[in-house]
């Protein structure tokens, strides 16, 4: 033994330099792999696979017929008119609701992205089965403007920025630490509220709303009517909805002026940021969109993108109760950034109940999901029912 060496006892072993090399490159490799698997599924798989979402929801203060007062709910189109990308979302809609009967038609804004999109909103419209009462709906944000989707960091950067400085946090501090603190905020704000893209132009809400109406889906633009004053046999309940919140001039006490007090109402809303009106302790039941369920949906994170301001992350999409209200979400059939994670494209059937009937004693959600070649399958849980198939 060489002088000046130490013996230890222990076998020498070869330099493990190139083998853990290896290993770092191989994981690296795979979990770039998995990465790109999953944007492909995100971009080219999730944002196809609509599915149709049953729920049962008990009002009371009103008599509704025995089978229930039946409402597809539609939400968020999103359409450009990329045929490539919303002719199949258009054929799976109609291959879930085929033969479906029901009462309203309710479409709780975004309906396009861009003007040129109208031409398939209108094919879809052309071609849902007839509501026995009527087709109505709201303006969402998107249907005012068009979004440049490149200025999104920069201009996500600038609410971050204006945020923190409204709310007193600015300067975040000097030196690394200052700098840590803000990268930190900065990416609870990204997870917690939403990406936001800078307005590029308008879009013809004048157009939207003439082409729309002409269709038979007129626009609740800060308005309520009567059911049962367009049909004898519909229920004296009314239906009422608002302005988009952003972009739009929402007036809830504007909407809910004809009501008298008392009577229930049913209030659609692009946006559910309405919970937080003082005069929502009028409405039974809000039914909205915006939230695309999250669109973005990551482990461990519950809701991603999207989440209206008064909610809970948890609560970006589905039925819920809030102060009271009655309140259902709808995930929404397209996407301004064309990924989905973990909040498929939904259309909803709700339907509406007396809190004495039976089936108002479990609240039941029963989503089905149609794959691209249309065969319908079960998605998820039921609770209280077997999968559906």
Same mark, same amino acid.
């Given at each position: ?38 944007? +492909?599924? &995100? ?24 089978? +229930? ?50 031409? /398939? ?7 849902? !089965?007839?509501?026995?009462?009527? &087709?109505?709906?709201?303006? +969402? ?73 002409? %269709?038979?889906? &007129? ?12 049909? !004898?046999?519909? !229920? ?23 009501? !008298? ?28 969109? %915006? ?14 993108? %999207?989440?209206?301001?008064?909610? &809970? ?16 979400? /709808?995930? +929404? ?57």
């Amino acid at each position: 033994m060489d002088e000046g060496t130490e013996n230890t006892g222990l076998p020498e072993r070869p330099f493990a330099g190139p083998r853990l090399l290896g290993a770092t490159l191989a994981g690296a490799g795979l979990l770039a792999g998995l990465g790109t698997a999953l944007a +492909g599924y &995100a971009l080219l798989w999730e944002p196809f696979r609509v599915r149709l979402e049953r729920i049962t929801i008990p009002l009371d203060r009103v008599e509704l017929p025995p089978q +229930g007062l039946r409402i597809l709910h539609l939400s968020d189109f999103h359409f450009h008119g990329m045929d490539r990308r919303e002719r199949p979302k258009i054929r799976q809609v109609l291959r879930l609701i085929q033969g479906m009967e029901y009462d309203l038609l309710v479409h709780t804004g975004d309906f396009l992205e861009r003007d040129p999109g109208l031409e /398939n909103v209108l094919t879809l419209l052309r071609a849902l !089965p007839r509501p026995r009462l009527g &087709a109505f709906g709201v303006l +969402g944000n998107h249907d005012y403007v068009s979004y440049a989707l490149r200025t999104t960091l920069r201009f996500t950067w600038q609410s971050f920025r204006a945020r923190e400085a409204q709310e007193g946090r600015l300067p975040w501090g000097p030196g690394l630490s200052g700098r840590l603190r803000m990268l930190l905020r900065f990416s609870q704000y990204i997870l917690h509220r939403h990406l936001d893209s800078a307005p590029a132009g308008a879009n013809d809400t004048v157009r939207l709303r003439r082409e729309l109406e002409r %269709h038979g889906l &007129a626009i609740l633009h800060n308005q309520a009517l009567r059911l049962d004053q367009l049909h !004898p046999q519909a !229920p004296r309940l009314w239906l009422a909805g608002v302005d988009d919140h952003r972009y739009g001039r929402p007036d809830l006490p504007r909407a809910l002026q004809p009501v !008298p007090p008392g009577d229930p109402v049913a209030l659609l809303s692009h946006n559910p940021d309405v919970l937080d009106d003082p005069h929502m302790d009028r409405v039974q039941l809000l039914l909205a969109g %915006h939230t695309h369920g999250g669109q973005i949906r990551l482990p461990f994170l519950e809701r991603g993108q %999207h989440v209206a301001d008064p909610l &809970a992350r948890r609560h970006a999409a589905g039925y819920f109760r809030h102060r009271g209200v009655h309140v259902y979400i /709808n995930q +929404g059939l397209g996407e301004g950034i064309p990924l989905r994670l973990g909040a498929p494209p939904t259309v909803s059937l709700i339907t509406l109940v007396g809190t004495g009937d039976p089936r108002a004693a479990t609240l039941r959600r029963r989503p089905e999901a149609v794959r691209r070649n249309g065969r319908l399958r079960g998605a998820w849980k039921a609770v209280g029912l077997p999968r559906t198939r």
